[in-house]
């Protein structure tokens, strides 16, 4: 049994990660901060080192006692928004912060890592679909400090011998179809599980922050990814960057392929579950490209994966189910569901 180090993976998408490493024989251990992770988002068997992965002492610590095998490394801050007015702190967490990881990683001779990276290192292209072909563009500061992490993958891959491949995520969203792990960072920022929380009473509504984007009625598109599905994919490139023999950096999208706009979400999501709630138009916010979707071929094509769940309705009922069984424990509370 291999044992993974996941960075981050107390968080949203890391814990269900932990869910398939260990479907898969793997054996995780966990180094989170708990800025935005939770200790019961993972299985009682699970080692979790309370720890950032910009302390030095704490990584020599884990790799000492555990011998990872390989790294999936989530640790980061992700607001695009917030980036836009905090930059430095992005630029400490992602970038330092996986500098720290990966020079631990080469004191400790393990050399194979799966970077949790985002769609949005491609920008505002403006085209209907993003292939890794594509220029590294990014315009939010979040963007910025994770195609800077690309950059030194490949440096680290061509010069100090690793084997790394980089997910760029579009939009992850939903909950562990067997209600086990679901989203519920403090505070929320994605959009269905605020939506969520206004059908659930818990908020006032919700806001669309632009209605004047090129696109069929007004509002920001983004490929929504269902988190179990992302999860998957990570054990498709853990395996890919395990199986490789000569070191190597690549960059791969994880999407489906399919877009839905802001508007279309806030209906779907009054549709699943069943109840309405008041929508009101605001302008633009910084760093918000008008469309965001994958093309997935390459993922197909390297991986050997593709998307289960295309359909957002899927990803809105499993979201809600999971919010409705576990809601008592959501930052926020106010009303029953």
């Not at 563009?137 to 910025?144: A, C, Q, T, V």
């Given at each position: ?5 996941v ?16 479907a ?31 302390d ?10 555990y ?13 695009a928004?917030?980036s ?10 992602n970038t ?6 990966l ?16 769609a ?23 963007g ?44 929320e920022?994605?959009?269905?599980p ?12 919700m806001?669309i ?22 999860a ?7 395996h890919?960057?395990?199986?490789q ?12 392929g399919?877009?839905?706009s ?29 469309r ?46």
């Amino acid at each position: 049994m291999k044992n993974i180090l996941v960075t981050g993976g107390a968080g949203y998408i890391g814990s269900h990660i932990c869910l398939h490493l260990q479907a898969g024989g793997f054996h995780p251990i966990v180094l989170d901060n708990f800025s935005n992770g939770h200790r019961d988002a993972l299985a009682a068997d699970i080692p979790v080192i309370d720890g950032d992965i910009r302390d030095q002492t704490a990584l020599d610590l884990v790799f000492e006692r555990y011998h990872p095998d390989a790294v999936i490394h989530m640790a980061a801050l992700i607001e695009a928004g917030v980036s836009m007015r905090e930059p430095a702190r992005f630029y400490d967490v992602n970038t330092h912060g996986s500098m720290v990881l990966l020079d631990a990683m080469r004191r400790h001779d393990c050399n194979r890592i799966v970077f949790s990276s985002t769609a949005a290192v491609y920008g505002n292209a403006g085209l209907e679909y993003l292939d890794e072909t594509l220029p590294i563009r990014p315009e939010s500061p979040y963007g910025k400090s994770k195609a800077m992490v690309e950059t030194i993958l490949a440096d680290y891959a061509s010069i100090y011998g690793f084997h790394a491949l980089a997910l760029r995520y579009f939009n992850a969203a939903g909950a562990d179809p067997a209600g086990r792990a679901g989203e519920r960072h403090d505070p929320e920022t994605h959009l269905i599980p605020l939506a969520l929380q206004a059908a659930a009473g818990l908020r006032d509504g919700m806001k669309i922050f632009g209605t004047d984007y090129d696109t069929p009625d007004g509002t920001c598109i983004r490929d929504y990814i269902h988190v179990d599905d992302l999860a998957n994919a990570h054990i498709a490139a853990l395996h890919h960057v395990i199986g490789q023999t000569d070191p190597n950096f690549d960059s791969i999208n994880i999407g489906t392929g399919d877009g839905c706009s802001v508007k279309d979400i806030m209906q779907l999501c009054q549709d699943v579950t069943g109840r309405k709630f008041a929508v009101t138009n605001e302008d633009r916010r910084d760093g918000d490209p008008a469309r965001l979707i994958a093309n997935p071929a390459k993922a197909k094509a390297v991986l050997g994966w593709t998307a289960k769940y295309t359909d957002p309705r899927d990803i809105i009922a499993h979201a809600w189910a999971y919010f409705t069984k576990n809601g008592e424990s959501f930052p926020g509370r106010r009303t029953a569901i």
